[in-house]
Protein backbone atom coordinates (compact mmCIF):
# COMPACT_ATOMS: atom_id res chain seq x y z
CA UNK A 1 0.00 0.00 0.00
CA UNK A 2 2.98 2.30 0.81
CA UNK A 3 4.45 1.46 -2.54
CA UNK A 4 1.68 2.06 -4.41
CA UNK A 5 0.62 5.72 -2.80
CA UNK A 6 4.93 6.33 -3.28
CA UNK A 7 4.34 5.49 -6.82
CA UNK A 8 1.42 7.75 -7.27
CA UNK A 9 2.57 11.11 -5.22
CA UNK A 10 6.01 10.11 -8.38
CA UNK A 11 3.46 10.59 -11.14
CA UNK A 12 2.08 12.78 -10.12
CA UNK A 13 4.65 15.14 -9.17
CA UNK A 14 6.12 14.61 -12.35
CA UNK A 15 2.61 15.61 -14.24
CA UNK A 16 2.74 18.71 -11.85
CA UNK A 17 6.29 19.52 -12.95
CA UNK A 18 5.77 20.14 -16.89
CA UNK A 19 2.22 21.66 -16.19
CA UNK A 20 1.46 23.36 -19.52
CA UNK A 21 2.06 27.12 -19.65
CA UNK A 22 0.47 29.11 -21.92
CA UNK A 23 1.25 33.18 -22.65
CA UNK A 24 0.80 35.68 -24.78
CA UNK A 25 3.75 37.19 -26.35
CA UNK A 26 2.16 39.53 -29.38
CA UNK A 27 -0.89 41.03 -30.30
CA UNK A 28 -4.24 40.45 -28.41
CA UNK A 29 -7.82 38.61 -29.21
CA UNK A 30 -10.22 41.34 -30.74
CA UNK A 31 -9.54 39.85 -34.45
CA UNK A 32 -11.24 37.01 -33.45
CA UNK A 33 -15.41 38.72 -33.51
CA UNK A 34 -17.15 38.35 -35.99
CA UNK A 35 -14.96 35.37 -37.73
CA UNK A 36 -17.07 32.14 -38.40
CA UNK A 37 -14.06 30.39 -39.73
CA UNK A 38 -10.14 30.35 -38.57
CA UNK A 39 -7.78 28.47 -41.33
CA UNK A 40 -5.06 26.70 -39.59
CA UNK A 41 -1.54 25.36 -40.78
CA UNK A 42 0.84 22.52 -38.86
CA UNK A 43 4.65 23.76 -39.46
CA UNK A 44 6.99 21.13 -38.42
CA UNK A 45 10.54 22.88 -39.87
CA UNK A 46 11.91 23.87 -36.68
CA UNK A 47 10.64 20.40 -34.75
CA UNK A 48 13.29 19.05 -32.23
CA UNK A 49 12.95 15.83 -29.71
CA UNK A 50 13.85 14.64 -26.47
CA UNK A 51 16.37 16.40 -24.21
CA UNK A 52 19.02 16.67 -26.35
CA UNK A 53 16.72 18.54 -29.08
CA UNK A 54 17.54 16.05 -31.55
CA UNK A 55 16.63 17.01 -35.37
CA UNK A 56 13.42 15.17 -36.94
CA UNK A 57 15.68 13.37 -39.13
CA UNK A 58 18.34 12.48 -36.06
CA UNK A 59 14.89 11.15 -34.20
CA UNK A 60 13.77 9.28 -36.82
CA UNK A 61 17.24 7.74 -38.04
CA UNK A 62 18.11 6.93 -33.95
CA UNK A 63 14.90 5.39 -33.24
CA UNK A 64 14.31 3.44 -36.31
CA UNK A 65 17.51 1.89 -36.55
CA UNK A 66 17.00 1.11 -32.53
CA UNK A 67 13.66 -1.01 -33.66
CA UNK A 68 15.47 -2.38 -37.03
CA UNK A 69 18.05 -4.19 -34.57
CA UNK A 70 15.04 -5.47 -32.34
CA UNK A 71 13.27 -7.11 -35.53
CA UNK A 72 13.57 -6.67 -39.05
CA UNK A 73 11.17 -4.24 -40.91
CA UNK A 74 9.97 -2.68 -37.73
CA UNK A 75 12.18 0.26 -38.11
CA UNK A 76 11.01 1.10 -41.16
CA UNK A 77 7.46 0.55 -40.37
CA UNK A 78 7.51 2.72 -37.32
CA UNK A 79 8.89 5.20 -39.82
CA UNK A 80 5.98 5.23 -41.90
CA UNK A 81 4.21 5.31 -38.99
CA UNK A 82 5.61 8.22 -37.35
CA UNK A 83 5.00 10.77 -40.50
CA UNK A 84 1.58 9.23 -40.99
CA UNK A 85 0.99 10.58 -37.35
CA UNK A 86 0.92 14.10 -38.08
CA UNK A 87 -2.11 14.15 -40.02
CA UNK A 88 -3.37 11.36 -38.80
CA UNK A 89 -3.58 11.45 -35.17
CA UNK A 90 -1.55 15.35 -34.14
CA UNK A 91 -3.90 17.33 -36.27
CA UNK A 92 -7.02 15.74 -36.01
CA UNK A 93 -6.93 15.45 -32.05
CA UNK A 94 -5.64 19.23 -32.00
CA UNK A 95 -8.69 20.34 -34.27
CA UNK A 96 -11.24 18.46 -32.42
CA UNK A 97 -11.05 19.44 -29.19
CA UNK A 98 -10.59 23.41 -30.62
CA UNK A 99 -13.46 23.60 -31.99
CA UNK A 100 -15.58 21.21 -29.32
CA UNK A 101 -16.65 24.71 -27.51
CA UNK A 102 -15.16 27.24 -29.54
CA UNK A 103 -17.58 26.17 -32.99
CA UNK A 104 -20.55 25.11 -30.98
CA UNK A 105 -20.72 27.67 -27.76
CA UNK A 106 -19.43 30.68 -30.36
CA UNK A 107 -19.83 29.23 -34.00
CA UNK A 108 -16.22 29.75 -35.04
CA UNK A 109 -14.57 26.82 -37.08
CA UNK A 110 -11.07 26.34 -37.20
CA UNK A 111 -9.92 23.91 -40.04
CA UNK A 112 -7.17 23.22 -42.25
CA UNK A 113 -7.82 24.17 -46.02
CA UNK A 114 -9.87 26.87 -45.14
CA UNK A 115 -7.76 28.84 -47.48
CA UNK A 116 -10.32 31.80 -47.79
CA UNK A 117 -10.48 32.17 -44.37
CA UNK A 118 -9.21 36.13 -43.04
CA UNK A 119 -6.93 34.59 -40.44
CA UNK A 120 -5.00 31.56 -40.19
CA UNK A 121 -3.31 29.69 -37.45
CA UNK A 122 -0.02 28.17 -38.05
CA UNK A 123 0.84 26.06 -35.21
CA UNK A 124 4.53 25.62 -34.83
CA UNK A 125 5.45 22.67 -33.48
CA UNK A 126 9.23 23.43 -31.43
CA UNK A 127 9.53 20.86 -29.05
CA UNK A 128 8.31 17.04 -28.47
CA UNK A 129 9.20 14.45 -25.52
CA UNK A 130 7.84 11.10 -26.71
CA UNK A 131 7.60 10.10 -23.04
CA UNK A 132 7.85 6.08 -21.86
CA UNK A 133 5.19 3.76 -20.65
CA UNK A 134 6.84 0.46 -18.41
CA UNK A 135 3.63 -0.80 -17.14
CA UNK A 136 4.58 -0.16 -13.72
CA UNK A 137 5.96 3.62 -14.36
CA UNK A 138 5.45 5.84 -17.02
CA UNK A 139 6.20 9.49 -18.19
CA UNK A 140 3.81 11.65 -20.11
CA UNK A 141 4.40 12.96 -23.22
CA UNK A 142 5.31 16.59 -23.29
CA UNK A 143 4.71 19.58 -26.31
CA UNK A 144 5.74 22.77 -26.63
CA UNK A 145 4.71 24.53 -29.49
CA UNK A 146 3.95 28.41 -31.08
CA UNK A 147 0.76 29.34 -31.87
CA UNK A 148 0.77 32.20 -34.43
CA UNK A 149 -2.40 33.50 -35.56
CA UNK A 150 -1.65 35.98 -38.92
CA UNK A 151 -3.38 36.98 -41.91
CA UNK A 152 -3.99 34.60 -44.62
CA UNK A 153 -3.27 37.65 -47.56
CA UNK A 154 -0.66 38.96 -45.54
CA UNK A 155 1.70 36.08 -43.19
CA UNK A 156 3.91 38.67 -42.09
CA UNK A 157 1.00 40.48 -40.56
CA UNK A 158 0.54 38.39 -37.02
CA UNK A 159 -1.94 39.68 -34.74
CA UNK A 160 -1.97 37.07 -31.96
CA UNK A 161 1.31 35.25 -30.88
CA UNK A 162 1.14 32.77 -28.20
CA UNK A 163 3.92 29.83 -26.55
CA UNK A 164 2.71 27.08 -24.73
CA UNK A 165 5.36 25.48 -23.50
CA UNK A 166 5.09 21.19 -21.80
CA UNK A 167 1.49 20.43 -22.45
CA UNK A 168 1.25 17.19 -21.21
CA UNK A 169 0.03 13.87 -23.23
CA UNK A 170 -0.88 10.71 -21.93
CA UNK A 171 -4.18 8.27 -22.34
CA UNK A 172 -6.46 7.14 -19.39
CA UNK A 173 -5.18 4.09 -18.43
CA UNK A 174 -2.16 4.55 -20.35
CA UNK A 175 -0.26 4.01 -24.02
CA UNK A 176 2.68 1.58 -25.06
CA UNK A 177 2.19 4.43 -28.14
CA UNK A 178 4.76 7.36 -28.27
CA UNK A 179 2.40 8.49 -31.10
CA UNK A 180 -0.92 8.26 -29.16
CA UNK A 181 0.76 9.94 -25.85
CA UNK A 182 1.92 13.08 -28.58
CA UNK A 183 -1.12 13.09 -29.64
CA UNK A 184 -2.80 13.79 -26.52
CA UNK A 185 -0.80 16.65 -25.94
CA UNK A 186 -1.89 18.28 -29.00
CA UNK A 187 -5.77 17.66 -27.48
CA UNK A 188 -4.29 18.95 -24.69
CA UNK A 189 -2.99 22.27 -26.09
CA UNK A 190 -6.02 22.52 -28.60
CA UNK A 191 -8.65 22.58 -25.51
CA UNK A 192 -5.66 24.73 -23.70
CA UNK A 193 -5.97 27.23 -26.42
CA UNK A 194 -9.72 27.09 -27.07
CA UNK A 195 -10.53 27.87 -23.07
CA UNK A 196 -8.10 31.33 -23.67
CA UNK A 197 -9.61 32.10 -26.67
CA UNK A 198 -13.60 31.96 -24.83
CA UNK A 199 -12.15 34.00 -22.03
CA UNK A 200 -10.60 36.80 -23.79
CA UNK A 201 -12.42 37.19 -27.08
CA UNK A 202 -15.93 36.59 -25.92
Known amino acids: MK ?3 TLSFILLFSTLIYAQKMK ?5 FDFIKGQSEINVEFDYSNLTLLK ?3 TNDEYVKAHSEDLEKKGKGKG ?3 KKSWE ?3 DLIYAPKFLELMNRDLY ?3 GVSFEEGLTKAKYTLIVEVIWIYPGWNAAVMRQPAK ?3 VLKFVETANRDNV ?3 ITSKNAPGNRFGGTFSNEDRIGEGFAKTGKSLSKLIMKKAF
Open 24 to 28: VTEGD
Open 104 to 106: EDE
Open 3 to 5: NTL
Open 84 to 86: ASK
Open 159 to 161: VLK
Open 52 to 54: DEL
Open 143 to 145: LTT
Open 76 to 78: KAW
